[in-house]
């Protein structure tokens, strides 16, 4: 598999649509990753990749969020760039991951306000939320 003709196509369909520098950097690099991780499984091209590889392969990402961000860039390669967006039809995104707000005791709050140099940090700790 030629990853480097592919990622330079895939980069040039998203500056094409205007996709955003940061987009493109990120979607590149887990793109590259996954056709990294096929070419050493001997695919020649990531048309003959099928759905259920894909999930496969989304199932080592460690982390929901890492699993949901690999989905979406994978998702736009095959739309833009392989023109197969409908092996995405029947892949659903992994859950969003649920987290607690870390709470900060008196001494830790006092600690950070003594640290915090910039007056406008401590003024945007201090502005209540009006929402």
């Known amino acids: 598999m030629n990853i480097d003709r592919w990622s330079e196509q895939f980069e040039k369909d998203m500056q094409v649509i205007r996709n955003s520098q940061s987009t493109r950097d990120n ?3 887990q793109v ?5 991780y096929f070419e050493k499984l001997n ?17 080592t990402k460690i982390s929901n969020n890492n699993q949901r961000h ?23 995104y992994a859950e969003k ?16 306000f003594e640290a915090c140099t910039n007056v406008k940090h401590k003024c945007m ?6 929402h």
């Open 32 to 36: 590259k990753m996954f056709l990294a």
């Open 70 to 92: 690999a989905h979406s860039a994978i998702k736009h390669f095959y739309k833009i760039t392989v023109h197969q967006e409908l092996k995405f039809r029947f892949i659903q």
């Open 43 to 59: 695919y020649t091209s990531p048309e003959r990749i099928n759905a259920e590889k894909i999930k496969d392969y989304l199932l």
């Open 97 to 112: 991951e649920k987290r607690h707000p870390i709470i900060l005791s008196r001494e830790e709050t006092k600690r950070w």
């Open 27 to 29: 979607y590149g690099c």
């Open 125 to 130: 700790a201090l502005k209540p939320n009006l």
